[in-house]
C-alpha cells in the first residue's frame, strides 16, 4: 500500500512566522503534489514536483514555495504566514507513467494549519 | 485554463434513496477520476474512466463518462450511512498534462 505522511495534522503558527510542512511517501512516486483544500473552493493546487529538484506552479502558488532535495520528501513552505492561509493542506503523490489512464494520486492525512 | 464544474454541491439524502453528482469539463478530458472524502479524512481514489462512453460498476456506484469527453456521472443506488462524504471528480486534459483538475465536490448527507 501507498503511504503518504504529513509531519503534523494540526499546526497554529503566528502571522509572518515562516512555515515549513513536510510530506513524504514511500512508494518511489515520480510526482508529488501540494493542495489547499477550503470549504465550498474544494481542492486547488499550490505546486507540484515531477522529479527531484524540479517544480511547476499550480493554480494558487502566490505566498507559497517548495523545496524537493529528495524523491520520496516534498516540503511546502510559507515565507511569511499570513491569517489567510489557514486552512488545511494535502500532500499527493502519483507515479506517472507515461499514459493518464494509470496515474491517480495518492493522498497524505492532511495538515490543518491556522495562522493567528 | 481548464475547468471542471462539479453539482450539486451539497446534497441531502433519506437512507435508501439514490444520489446522484455530475461533473462538466470546459475541455475535452484525455480521463477522469472520481474521489471520495470521508468526514475528517483525506481524498481516496475511486476509479478512473478514460474511454468515450466508458460505464463502470463498483457495488452500488455506477460511472459514467460522456461521449464526448467533457462530462461525468457518478450514481449511487440506495444511499446508505457508510456513502456519506464528499465526492470530487477530477480530470485530466490530456498526455503530458501532470495536473489533475478537481471539481469542487459534492457532500453527500444520508439521514437514516
Known amino acids: 500500500d501507498v503511504k503518504v505522511t504529513q509531519s503534523s495534522r494540526y499546526l497554529v503558527k503566528r502571522t509572518g512566522e515562516k512555515v515549513f510542512l513536510e510530506c513524504v511517501q514511500d512508494?518511489?512516486?515520480?510526482?508529488m503534489f501540494w493542495y489547499r483544500q477550503d470549504p465550498g473552493l474544494g481542492l486547488r493546487l499550490i505546486y507540484f514536483?515531477?522529479?527531484?529538484?524540479?517544480?511547476e506552479k499550480g493554480d494558487i502558488p502566490e505566498g507559497y514555495s517548495v523545496s524537493r532535495e529528495k524523491k520520496e520528501r516534498f516540503s511546502l513552505i510559507l515565507e511569511s504566514a499570513s491569517t489567510n492561509q489557514t486552512s488545511m493542506y494535502l500532500c499527493?503523490?502519483?507515479?506517472?507513467?507515461?499514459?493518464?489512464?494509470?496515474?491517480?494520486?495518492?493522498f497524505g492525512p492532511g495538515t490543518r494549519l491556522t495562522v493567528l | 485554463g481548464q475547468q471542471v464544474m462539479q453539482i450539486p454541491q451539497y446534497q441531502h439524502v433519506q437512507e435508501g434513496e439514490d444520489f446522484t453528482t455530475y461533473c462538466n469539463s470546459s475541455?475535452?478530458?484525455?480521463?477522469i477520476q472520481w474521489y471520495k472524502q470521508r468526514p475528517g479524512g483525506h481524498p481516496v481514489f475511486l476509479i478512473q474512466?478514460?474511454?468515450?462512453?466508458e460505464v463502470k460498476k463498483q457495488k452500488r456506484l455506477t460511472f459514467q463518462f460522456g461521449e464526448a469527453k467533457k462530462n461525468s456521472s457518478l450514481h449511487i443506488t440506495a444511499t446508505q450511512t457508510t456513502d456519506v462524504g464528499t465526492y470530487f471528480c477530477?480530470?485530466?486534459?490530456?498526455?503530458?498534462?501532470?495536473?489533475?483538475?478537481f471539481g469542487k465536490g459534492t457532500k453527500l448527507s444520508v439521514i437514516p
Open positions: 514536483s515531477y522529479d527531484v529538484k524540479m517544480k
Open positions: 499527493a503523490s502519483s507515479l506517472y507513467e507515461y499514459k493518464p489512464s494509470t496515474d491517480t494520486q495518492y
Open positions: 474512466l478514460v474511454k468515450s462512453g
Open positions: 512508494m518511489d512516486h515520480e510526482n
Open positions: 477530477a480530470g485530466f486534459s490530456g498526455a503530458g498534462s501532470y495536473q489533475l483538475t
Open positions: 475541455t475535452t478530458l484525455s480521463n
